[in-house]
């Protein structure tokens, strides 16, 4: 392995315990002496092999190559002969000594090996152990702000610094603002916010060195490199959750950051639980905002309901003792009754409006079929033609046409095209109206001989109040095709204008259909109590 | 209507004075409730004919005021609603109320209603569905079961039948989807809407003059259809 994992820590190892094994090695050289003649050289490399190994194991690699190397020249002064040189009468015994020798710096280096790794796991295992307890505290504490400046403390104790910050960066300005800060930059907070706001422009780290010189990291190697790059002060990050940065990390130290490996990987990790906690707070933050605007909402539908109930209640007098007045031969009392219809219009549509905004438009939809729309909208538009004619068009041999919407309202939607028609159609001039199917589309259209709506006006027309241009006074709330196509839209349909071939405008909603191939045969095969149900 | 006696349940005095005044120039006798116990009271002790009745009331729910006069009596309901509310309406039409009108209604909409409530329970009960009707040129036996138009004759089907008896029982009094569903497929599960639907549109091939302006059967959008006995 590498040495990146730094090697095996150890208290340095004491002058007296070095001492102490070497006063092992004699003890035992003295007694292997005191018995040489029963003694071969296989016993004697046991009992020195058994002392290094033993040494290697509890003092390291630097004292078992000393004991190997003593147990050595030990070996060959007292047990091999002639004795008390290190000369050898045996050239067969260089190769007991250099076996000796091998075997020991082998093993010493073995062992060293196998502790280092030992520690390196149990340092990895430290690391994840904090990161992982880090990681439940973040998720576990109550607010979401508290969070972040536990992993803000964390990051600055661990890495040594003067101090760490995190920002909150809005998604749209990509404006930053301090959530958290833990320890203090000084002088140098303006210096580190000016950095974090060009991170949290740029969505890539940035370093500020000693001299107040920034450097953007290119090509995602700056942290790699920095030990290669001048005194660094500070060093911005940007936090990231799916590829949005959503805050920026910021740390800095006046002497200077120098960041290890390790180091840099424990910011990783922590910069990612930061990004969390960022988004965390994000999220609260717009929860509360939602939770806000719902409260409103009902508010405002509370107000509008009681508004639309209160009202039409003396409506319905004001319009009933002007009509018992009008019929007295007043005229001025009929005129507060058509009033009073007015008013009541009004309040509906607002009412309509509202219903459209807060998306409960089309709360009832259901296989509904044409012609009984068709029908409907004939007998509600009758009162509001002005004296003009409603042609319907369906083809007695048309097919079943159904679709699926709601009834009532897109009854509401077709009856105000045909009102808009009729406003704006020159008298005499008939309003038509007919069905048809157009591929998944079930289609209303209603057609008039009016002027036609200019290309700059097709969209604009449907905006709530919008008048035409150049348009007579027709009256009229101003609502009612910013309804019909609220309405179209709602269930999933739309709602269009285009001119008319021979002079005029003709409006198109179209709403689902549904295919009714199999009813229509059901219904073809005859009597019975068809169409059977399933 | 002339000496009828029509409850008139309103806890607006303004309400009461205006449904009073259409009613007694019809030459009816007017009873009156601000709330909902004096309203099913008087219900009980005066038998009227017809009871209009307001669903804003302070004490009991209108719906269940509704409920409770119409399980012991027949007279005639017509709630009065400042709601345009469809599931209300089909509510109140579940709950035996006749028939509704919104808020604000011109007098005369009230006589017309009152008018055709009052002879509609006048009627024998069933009487639509045995009796032979003429409306124009056209003849319904439905207990034969026959149907001329002019001089052909045209052939419904069994469902088409069921239907039309149903309508024609119940004539001038909106049926909800639901209660039509029940009366002619029974309590057989399936795409209620548009079985009903589909039948609605072929009977009115038969019988209207012109499907698409319909003047017997007629659409009550998002609540039902009604048979109109005087087109």
Not at chain 1, 26 to 49: C, D, K, Q, S
Not at chain 1, 394 to 404: K, N, Q
Not at chain 2, 9 to 15: G, L
Request: aromatic content about 6%.
């Amino acid at each position: 392995m590498s040495d990146e994992g730094g090697s095996p820590r150890r208290r340095g190892l004491g002058v007296w315990e070095w001492v102490g094994w070497f006063a092992l090695l004699f003890v035992v050289t003295w007694g292997m002496a005191a018995i040489r003649p029963r003694l071969n050289e296989a016993h004697v490399t046991l009992a020195y092999l058994l002392v290094v190994q033993i040494g290697s194991a509890r003092g390291g690699r630097p004292l078992g190559l000393s004991l190997a190397a003593i147990a050595f020249i030990c070996f060959d002064l007292f047990f091999l002969p002639p004795f008390g040189t290190l000369t050898l009468q045996d050239p067969l015994n260089w190769l007991v000594l250099g076996a000796f020798l091998l075997t020991s710096i082998l093993s010493a280096q073995l062992l060293y090996r196998a502790q280092a790794e030992a520690e390196t796991a149990r340092d990895r295992a430290a690391e994840i152990d904090r990161l992982a307890s880090l990681g439940a505290e973040t998720l576990n504490v109550g607010r979401a702000e508290e969070a972040l400046t536990a992993i803000v403390s964390v990051i600055r104790s661990s890495l040594r610094l003067d101090e760490c910050t995190v920002y909150l960066s809005d998604p749209m300005t990509r404006a930053i603002q301090p959530i958290t800060r833990s320890g203090d930059a000084g002088a140098e907070t303006a210096a580190d916010a000016e950095l974090a706001q060009l991170v949290a422009g740029e969505g890539r780290t940035a370093l500020q060195f000693v001299d107040g010189t920034t450097q953007l990291d290119a090509d995602e190697r700056i942290l790699a490199d920095i030990d290669k790059s001048p005194r660094v002060r500070a060093l911005a990050r940007p936090l990231q959750v799916r590829d949005r940065t959503v805050g920026v990390l910021s740390i800095a130290n006046s002497n200077g950051l120098a960041l290890s490996a390790a180091q840099i990987r424990v910011l990783d990790a922590l910069s990612y639980y930061a990004a969390l906690g960022v988004e965390r707070v994000r999220l609260v933050a717009e929860a509360q905002r939602a939770a806000v605007l719902q409260e409103a909402h009902k508010a405002k539908d509370a107000v509008l309901a009681s508004v639309s109930h209160d009202l039409r209640t003396p409506l319905t007098t004001i319009k009933a003792l002007a009509h018992e007045i009008a019929e007295g031969g007043d005229d001025r009392a009929a005129v507060i009754e058509e009033e009073a219809d007015r008013l009541n219009l009004f309040v509906a549509q607002m009412l309509d409006l509202s219903r459209i905004a807060s998306g409960a438009a089309a709360s009832d939809i259901q296989p509904n079929e044409a012609e009984d729309l068709l029908g409907a909208a004939v007998q509600q538009a009758a009162g509001r033609l002005h004296g003009r004619e409603l042609r319907v068009a369906v083809a007695s041999d048309e097919p079943l046409l159904f679709g699926r919407f709601d009834f009532a309202q897109t009854l509401r939607a077709v009856v105000n095209l045909i009102e808009n028609a009729a406003k704006y159609s020159a008298a005499g001039e008939p309003v038509e109206l007919a069905a048809r199917r157009d591929d998944q589309w079930l289609l209303f259209v209603v057609s008039d001989r009016g002027p036609g709506v200019p290309e700059e006006e097709r969209e604009r027309i449907f905006e709530p109040f919008y008048r035409r241009s150049g348009s007579p006074d027709v009256g009229g709330t101003g609502l009612g095709l910013s309804i019909a196509r609220g309405i179209a839209e709602a269930e999933g349909g739309r709602l269009d204008v285009a001119n008319r071939e021979g002079g005029g405008s003709v409006f198109t909603l179209r709403v689902p259909a549904i295919a009714t191939a199999d009813l229509q045969r059901s219904l073809q095969l005859g009597d019975g109590r068809e169409p059977a149900p399933s | 209507m002339p000496g009828d006696v029509v409850l008139v349940v309103d806890d607006e005095p303004q309400i009461r004075r205006v449904v009073r005044n259409a009613l007694t120039s019809e030459n009816a006798r007017v009873i009156e409730a601000a709330n909902g116990r004096d309203a099913i009271d008087l219900a009980a002790a005066e038998r009227p004919a017809l009871i209009v009745l307001d669903l804003g009331l302070p004490d009991i729910q209108g719906l269940d005021v509704c409920r409770e006069i119409r399980s012991w009596s027949s007279a005639p309901i017509i709630v009065l609603s400042a709601r345009h509310s469809d599931q209300e309406k089909v509510a109140l039409l579940d709950a035996g109320a006749d028939d509704y009108i919104t808020k604000p209604f011109s007098p005369g909409e009230l006589q017309a209603r009152v008018r055709a409530q009052l002879r509609r329970s006048r009627l024998a009960p069933a009487a639509g569905a045995t009796q032979v009707i003429t409306i124009g040129e056209l003849v319904i036996d439905p207990v034969k079961p026959s149907l001329k138009k002019g001089d052909g004759a045209v052939h419904l089907t069994k469902t088409e039948w069921e239907l039309l008896r149903t309508l024609l029982k119940h004539a001038g009094r909106t049926l909800t989807h639901q209660q039509l569903f029940r009366a002619v497929w029974g309590n057989s599960s399936g795409d209620m809407q548009q079985y009903l639907r589909v039948h609605i549109r072929s009977v009115r091939r038969k019988i209207e003059a012109d499907p698409v302006r319909p003047r017997l059967i007629v659409t009550e959008p998002g609540v039902g259809y009604r048979f109109e006995n005087e087109p």
